[in-house]
């Protein structure tokens, strides 16, 4: 493939399809042009700091200097070990565009960017009704028919809600607390890091949930949590609380999944406010739509019913789903919570008894040894 530097986001990456959308406002596929091997890009949001060195008329240092500038030639190896976990995107390079001779400039102030490893099944957005179907928040009549008792209305299966509430659970609860389960010992979560402090990612929502193609006949691939662009190291070391100002330049896109306390200008961003993200997107893979802002808490929750969701699946969407920051499960709280209640479904549900015999395969699979791979599909 030869790289077209007109349509090219880097001179050493260039998009995967030059027809999807090249404002990098998300993470985009893309191929490193030595060698066509497929990544993920975001851009980095372009930030000025005060120069060391220059100063203005009354000797304060001046407001100039691009913070990527002063960050990016040391800072892949730090950002690297932080979002080392097994539900977080691997960052792979951070390439700073604008400071490349014969770079292109066609993404203006956005010129730097950062590589990612390859999600090759794509992203759960794509899986769902595309934004542009969800009316203005301003259209009070569209909602009310949207969410309307519809017993026909989109949704995704039970099994890919488990599988993507898991793994995002997983990866908030290292995130917010430094938390992750240990190597070898399933179940097991211990803080990992004496020295954490909070990370707000702050773009829970589908475009940023990304998949791996299922392996030895899995029923799905690894999930994992992508999109850094706007995350914020938070609080202090060991505090208790993690907040971050509110994105208002944000598209529409991300707005449908913001809580009431971000939409509504009541509270700071915080750990909770991304509780309720991930309970907007399970409950839009449940009903097709995102919690309606003009409907009560009841109202919302009530649409899950539509499609026969089990109810422990929609108690604890529900809960994540609490207007109150204070009234929704920490990540802590739901790991646990999920994964059991996830196991209980998988033995009792027809569904899920599915997962069971795809689970069982493979652990005969790979029981048996390589050589024994042609078995056929499973």
């Known amino acids: 493939m030869t790289a077209n530097m007109s349509n090219g986001i880097h001179p050493r990456y260039v998009p995967r399809d030059q027809k999807e959308a090249q404002t990098l406002a998300s993470s985009i596929q893309v191929l ?3 060698d066509n091997k497929p990544f993920l890009a975001a851009k980095i949001p372009s930030m000025l700091c005060k120069d060391a060195i220059e100063t203005d008329d009354e000797g304060e240092p001046t407001i100039t200097t691009n913070l990527a500038s002063a960050l990016l030639p040391v800072a892949a ?25 014969g770079s292109n400039q066609n993404f203006g102030a956005f010129s730097d960017i950062t590589i990612w490893e390859d999600m090759n099944a794509g992203s759960l957005a794509y899986l769902l009704p595309p934004v542009n179907n969800y009316p203005t928040f301003s259209d009070e009549t569209a909602w009310h028919n949207l969410a309307a008792q519809n017993f026909r209305r989109f949704s995704l299966p039970e099994s890919l809600c488990w599988h993507v509430l898991k793994s995002m659970c997983r990866a908030l609860l290292w995130l917010h607390f430094g938390i992750k389960e240990t190597p070898g010992i399933p179940g097991e979560y211990r803080p990992h890091d004496d020295d954490w402090q909070p990370i707000l990612i702050m773009d829970v929502s589908p475009p940023q949930i990304w998949f791996k193609r299922a392996r030895f006949g899995e029923m799905y691939g690894e999930c994992k949590l992508g999109g850094f662009q706007w995350a914020k190291v938070t609080g202090m070391i060991g505090g208790r609380m993690a907040m971050a100002n509110i994105r208002y330049d944000a598209p529409r896109r991300n707005q449908y999944y913001w809580a009431p306390e971000i939409y509504r200008n009541t509270n700071s961003w915080s750990r909770p406010s991304e509780i309720w993200s991930l309970g907007a997107t399970i409950y839009t893979m449940m009903t097709g739509i995102p919690p309606p802002r003009f409907h009560d808490w009841n109202w ?13 699946l929609r108690e604890i969407v529900g809960a994540m789903l609490k207007h109150h920051p204070a009234d929704r499960p920490t990540a802590l709280d739901l790991v646990n919570k ?17 997962v069971v015999d795809v689970d069982d395969k493979i652990k005969l699979k790979m029981s048996l040894g390589p050589g024994v791979g042609q078995m056929g599909s499973m």
Do not use: A
Not at 78 to 101: A, F, M, T
Not at 300 to 312: A, W
Not at 338 to 354: D, F, L, M, P, Y
């Open 32 to 34: 490193r042009v030595s």
């Open 77 to 101: 190896l730090p950002i690297s070990r932080i979002l080392n976990h097994p539900n977080i995107i691997s960052l792979v390079d951070i390439v700073h565009k604008s400071g490349e001779e």
């Open 338 to 354: 999920v994964n059991t209640e996830w196991k209980i479904w998988r033995s009792n549900s027809v569904e899920g008894r599915r």
């Open 300 to 312: 919302q929750v009530s649409r899950m019913c539509d499609k026969g969701f089990s109810q422990p």
